[in-house]
C-alpha cells in the first residue's frame, strides 16, 4: 500500500469500528444478545487495530518490507492485541510490560468469542452448552466499554501523518513478529532499560536494534569458534604435535595480510599466514595433536585441508587450489623473428584460460562465509558428504588441470551441477525431479534475488553448455558460482538455525 494512502484506510477502518459498535449496542440493548454484541464489539477492536497496523506498515516504507504484517491482517487474535497495545507509536507511551498481557487478554477474548458463536460438534449431550450462554451481560459490556474508549482516543489523534520511513521501527516490528524476538525484548534488562529512557519509546526502540546486533555478533562468533573445529574424534584434546603447512594459490582474489585475521581469530587449529609479495598467494598452517601418527598425518592433513579450501572457494565465489595450470595461454619459451633479432615477439592464447574471475580483494565477508560452511558442513557424516562435496572438489581439481593441452572446463561444469543438486536434494529444497529442479532454485533465492530476471540470468547456467573453449570456462565457473551460492545460503541456515537453539541471551 502507498503511504499516502494509509491515512484514507486508517480512516475507513476507524469509520467501520464505529459502526460495529453502535451495531453492538443495539443488540445487547434491544434484543439482549450479549454473544452476538460481544463478537461485534471485538470485531470494532480488530478494525482499530487494523487501522493502528495499516499506519505502521506505511511508516516503514513499501510493503514488501514488512511481509508478515500483511499475514496479521488475517490474524484475529494480533489484531485484538494491537489494539489493546500499540497505540504509542506515535506519542512515546509503549510500555513494554504490558505486551505479554496484551497477548494474554488477546486471545482469551478471542476464545470466549468463539465460544458464543459456534456450538462445538464434539462435545457431549452434558458438557455442550450454548453460544448464547458462553457470554454474559458484563463481559459484553467490558469490551464494549473497551471499544468506545480505544476508538475515542484514536478519534482525538486524528488522521495520521506518514513520516519518511523508519528502519528502526521496521526493525522494532519485525523483532516482536518472532517468539525468540519478543522473549529478549521484553525480558528484565530490556524493560528496565526502557524503565530508564523514562518512557522514549523511539530512544529505546533504536538502543534494543544495537544491542540485538551485538548478542547476534557476539552469539555468532562464540558458534563459529566452536563449530568450526576438527572433530572431537581428530583432534583428541591432545596436545599439539604437527604443524602442517600447504600453500594455496588463487586467480580470483588478491590477499591482504589483515583481512586474514578474522578467519584466524575463529579457527584455532587452521591459519592464514601472507605471504610476502605473493598477493596471490596464501600458507594454510594446521595444527594436528599427538593423536595423530606419523603414518596417519599424511590423509588426516589431506582431509583437512581439503575442507579448508572447500570453505573458501564456496566462501570466496572464487578458485584456491593447490596448484594453477601452467600454460594457460602460452606453450613456448620464447619466439623470435630471425629477421628482426632484436625485437620482441609474444604471441598467446586469448583470453587466458584462467580467466578474468573479477573477485578483487579477498574480504572478511568472504570469510565469514567460508567459516559459516565449515561449521555447517564439517562434521557432515561421511556418507552425506560424499555425494555434494566429492563432486564439487573434483570440479576445483578439473579447473586446476585445465590448459591449452587439455581442456576439462566442460567435465568440470557437469561436477559442481551435480554436487549442487546433491545439496539441494540433501538440504530439502528439491524433491529430485528434474523439471521442479529449476522452480525449487527460484524459491530458495528468491528473498536475496526479488527480481525473476535476475534469477534467470543466474540460472542459464542449467541450460545447455557453450561449445567454444571460452565459452566452456564461463560456464564452468557459472556453474561454480551457482552452488557456491547455494551452499552459502544453507550455511547460512544451518548457522542460524543453531543460533536460535541456543538458550535466548539477555542483555546484562
Not at 487494523?50 to 489484531?79: C, P, T
Request: proline letters at 4%; hydrophobic letters at 40%.
Amino acid at each position: 500500500m502507498p503511504a499516502n494512502d494509509a491515512p484514507r484506510i486508517h480512516d475507513l477502518c476507524l469509520a467501520h469500528a464505529r459502526d460495529l459498535i453502535k451495531s453492538a449496542e443495539r443488540v445487547l440493548n434491544g434484543d439482549g444478545f450479549p454473544n452476538i454484541a460481544y463478537h461485534l464489539a471485538i470485531l470494532a477492536l480488530e478494525e482499530i487495530g487494523k487501522a493502528g497496523m495499516i499506519v505502521s506498515q506505511a511508516a516503514v516504507g513499501k510493503a514488501r518490507d514488512l511481509e508478515w504484517m500483511e499475514k496479521r491482517f488475517e490474524n484475529h487474535v494480533w489484531k485484538i492485541q494491537w489494539a489493546v497495545w500499540s497505540r504509542g507509536f506515535s506519542t512515546n507511551r509503549i510500555d513494554p510490560k504490558d505486551f505479554e498481557e496484551a497477548r494474554r487478554f488477546a486471545q482469551s477474548t478471542h476464545n470466549r468469542r468463539l465460544a458464543g458463536l459456534y456450538v462445538n460438534p464434539n462435545a457431549d449431550a452434558e458438557t455442550a452448552v450454548s453460544p448464547r450462554a458462553a457470554v454474559r451481560i458484563d463481559h459484553a459490556t467490558s469490551i464494549l466499554n473497551l471499544a468506545r474508549a480505544r476508538l475515542d482516543v484514536e478519534d482525538a489523534i486524528g488522521s495520521p501523518v506518514i513520516d519518511d520511513a523508519n528502519e528502526d521501527l521496521k526493525w522494532f516490528l519485525d523483532t516482536i513478529n518472532t517468539e525468540q524476538g519478543t522473549a529478549r525484548i521484553f525480558s528484565k534488562p530490556f524493560i528496565g532499560k526502557y524503565e530508564e529512557f523514562k518512557g522514549d519509546a523511539r530512544a529505546w526502540i533504536v538502543w534494543a536494534r544495537k544491542e540485538f546486533e551485538k548478542i547476534a555478533a557476539e552469539e555468532q562468533a562464540h558458534l563459529r569458534k566452536e563449530l568450526a573445529r576438527l572433530p572431537a574424534s581428530a583432534s583428541q584434546n591432545g596436545k599439539h604435535k604437527w604443524t602442517v603447512k600447504v600453500r594455496l594459490y588463487t586467480p580470483s582474489h588478491s590477499i591482504r595480510p589483515k583481512v586474514l585475521n578474522f578467519w584466524n581469530q575463529h579457527i584455532g587449529w587452521a591459519k592464514l599466514i601472507y605471504v610476502s609479495s605473493k598477493k596471490n598467494e596464501l600458507l594454510l598452517e594446521m595444527r594436528l595433536s599427538d593423536s595423530f601418527s606419523l603414518s596417519s598425518i599424511y590423509d588426516v592433513g589431506l582431509s583437512a585441508s581439503k575442507l579448508c579450501i572447500a570453505a573458501l572457494n564456496i566462501g570466496s565465489l572464487g578458485f584456491f587450489w593447490y596448484e594453477l595450470p601452467r600454460q594457460t595461454n602460452r606453450y613456448y619459451e620464447s619466439i623470435r623473428d630471425v629477421e628482426a633479432p632484436n625485437m620482441d615477439v609474444s604471441v598467446a592464447r586469448a583470453p587466458d584460460l584462467l580467466g578474468d574471475w573479477k573477485q578483487g580483494a579477498l574480504s572478511e565477508k568472504n570469510l565469514r562465509h567460508a567459516i559459516d560452511c565449515m561449521a555447517a558442513f564439517g562434521s557432515m557424516p561421511d556418507e552425506e558428504a560424499a555425494p555434494i562435496f566429492g563432486p564439487y572438489l573434483k570440479g576445483l581439481v578439473l579447473l586446476s588441470k585445465s590448459d591449452i593441452h587439455l581442456f576439462c572446463h566442460d567435465l568440470a561444469r557437469d561436477a559442481f551441477m551435480e554436487s549442487l543438486r546433491s545439496a539441494s536434494k540433501h538440504f530439502g529444497d528439491w524433491d529430485g525431479s528434474g523439471e521442479m529442479l529449476l522452480p525449487s532454485l527460484h524459491t530458495v533465492f528468491e528473498h536475496i534475488l526479488p527480481d525473476p530476471s535476475h534469477r534467470d540470468q543466474l540460472f542459464r547456467i542449467i541450460a545447455a553448455p557453450h561449445r567454444t573453449a571460452e565459452g566452456s570456462f564461463a560456464d564452468a565457473v557459472s556453474a561454480k558460482r551457482l552452488t557456491d551460492l547455494y551452499l552459502v545460503l544453507v550455511a547460512d541456515r544451518i548457522v542460524t538455525d543453531r543460533i536460535n537453539e541456543r538458550p535466548t541471551a539477555t542483555a546484562s
